[in-house]
């Protein structure tokens, strides 16, 4: 299935509805910085998205160091932000901490 990148409008909509998730230009996609009580939060939070991009063959790019967790999200295929990352930034902050 081809997949194809948001184009600048496109993208500019979904950032109004993603306000937590930041566009890098440089890597072509969106951002997001979440902060925890702990690692043990953070890995939980973590193995929860997994399953998620497991579910939708769609997996984040990330970094986790003790209790922060930093997701970028971009698909490679398309050459940048696609629908598929917009909507899997969107199942993330349903279970992201609201804090």
């Not at 993208?11 to 902060?35: C, F, H, M």
């Not at 295929?77 to 917009?86: K, N, P, T």
């Amino acid at each position: 299935m081809q997949v194809s990148r948001l184009d600048e409008a496109d993208r500019n909509a979904v950032l109004e509805q993603l306000p937590l998730w930041s566009y890098d230009a440089d890597a072509k996609g969106i951002r997001r910085t979440l902060r925890f009580a702990d690692f043990a939060e953070a890995f939980g939070f973590m193995a929860r998205v997994a399953i998620l991009a497991e579910k939708a063959d769609h997996h984040p790019e990330w970094f986790n160091v003790y209790n922060r967790v930093e997701i970028l999200l971009t698909t490679h295929d398309a050459g940048g932000l696609s629908r598929r990352d917009v909507d899997l930034a969107a199942a993330i902050d349903a279970i992201a901490p609201t804090a």
